[in-house]
């Protein structure tokens, strides 16, 4: 994939003039076409900036890796002059950057691999209200604050306080009646046992209303 990518690279151009259109195949078999913001030869990266799936008003701006993408095109090349792209703010780029690795990392923390993907998700209702900081998972408990904690099943009378806090306590269980009581109730399974009742009821009346008849004896009312 590599090699081929690298060669239909090569058979287009080896550099990419900015405002050019190219439409090039990724590995996933997918088709992006844009126009070209910027290409560095060394590492075979191309930014494209496509039109926005969602809305037109907005661009989408995508990074190939030309070195895994196949069937590079030239569509149309740019002959004429073009404004300079924008610059770039680099401070807002990096704290994009830093909030969303703090966002991964904070998910990080919630999972757990001994409890179930519901406690998983309590964690995370809990820590969105009191900062992931200040909670942590302790063996199958939830601890909050160093002082409360929620044992399995975390249910409201599993939650206790070390020293006594009844404030965050109240506070904490109200948070787990809310998360419990908006999440969507199991679907109760159908009657299969009255089903299978009556169906194995069946062939008895069958059979002896067939016995009964065949003897001449009279058949029983129900």
């Known amino acids: ?11 287009v151009n080896d550099c990419f003039s900015i405002g050019s259109t190219v439409v090039c195949t990724t590995c996933f078999n997918e088709e992006v076409e844009g126009e070209v913001l910027a290409f560095d030869h060394n590492t075979k990266m191309l930014i494209l900036k496509c039109r926005s799936k969602s809305t037109e008003e907005l661009s989408d701006i995508y990074a190939m890796n030309l070195s895994l993408c196949s069937n590079v095109q030239v569509v149309k090349e740019c002959n004429g002059n073009i404004d300079d792209p924008q610059k770039l703010n680099l401070e807002q780029v990096k704290m994009r950057l830093r909030k969303t690795v703090e966002r991964r990392q904070d998910y990080l923390k919630s999972k757990n691999a001994d409890v179930s993907p519901e406690a998983q998700e309590l964690y995370r209702a809990i820590a969105k209200q009191y900062g992931y900081n200040e909670v942590s998972w302790q ?83 129900n």
């Open 139 to 221: 063996g199958l408990n939830i601890q909050i604050l160093n002082e409360v904690t929620i044992s399995p099943p975390y249910r409201v009378d599993n939650v206790v306080s070390s020293s006594n806090n009844e404030t965050s306590c109240n506070y904490i269980k109200r948070i787990i009646k809310q998360f419990f009581n908006t999440r969507p109730s199991p679907v109760p399974e159908s009657g299969a046992g009255a089903s299978t009742s009556s169906a194995s009821v069946s062939p008895t009346s069958s059979s002896l209303s067939s016995s009964n008849a065949a003897s001449g004896s009279p058949v029983p009312a």
């Open 1 to 11: 994939m590599a090699a081929a990518g690298g060669s239909a690279v090569n058979a």
